[in-house]
Nanobody, 120 residues
């Protein structure tokens, strides 16, 4: 089992920045990939960014490119999402997810989410 706890959400004005953190515990040695997803009210959950646990392979959703940066600190078992130039449409609950297999696209473990609110 892998446990994930997000933090760092909050209220920010448009154009501002936030850094989200996701601390992993438990069988962290089994993690292959970690990602951030978000879900706004009335919308489906969408992919934001992902990073391999043991390489530099990173992916971003198009709307996040150039504004968001995903990074990790393996020593702390933590993944970060630095979000700059935030827009009202970035407001959502942000979830951290972990994948323990190199095949397939589904993530096995999810955090409880952290709320990001962006005021215009």
């Amino acid at each position: 089992q892998v446990q994930l706890v997000e933090s760092g959400g909050g209220l920010v004005q448009a154009g501002g920045s936030l850094r989200l953190s996701c601390a992993a515990s438990g069988r962290t040695f089994s993690i292959y990939d970690m990602a951030w997803f978000r879900q706004a009210p009335g919308k489906e959950r969408e992919f934001v960014a992902a990073i391999r646990w043991s390489s530099l392979y990173i992916r971003y959703q198009d709307s996040a490119k150039g504004r968001f940066t995903i990074s990790r600190d393996n020593a702390k078992n933590t993944v970060y999402l630095q979000m700059n130039s935030l827009k009202p449409e970035d407001a959502a609950i942000y979830y951290c997810a972990a994948k323990t297999t190199y095949w397939g696209t589904e993530y096995d473990y999810w955090g409880q989410g952290t709320q990001v609110t962006v005021s215009s």
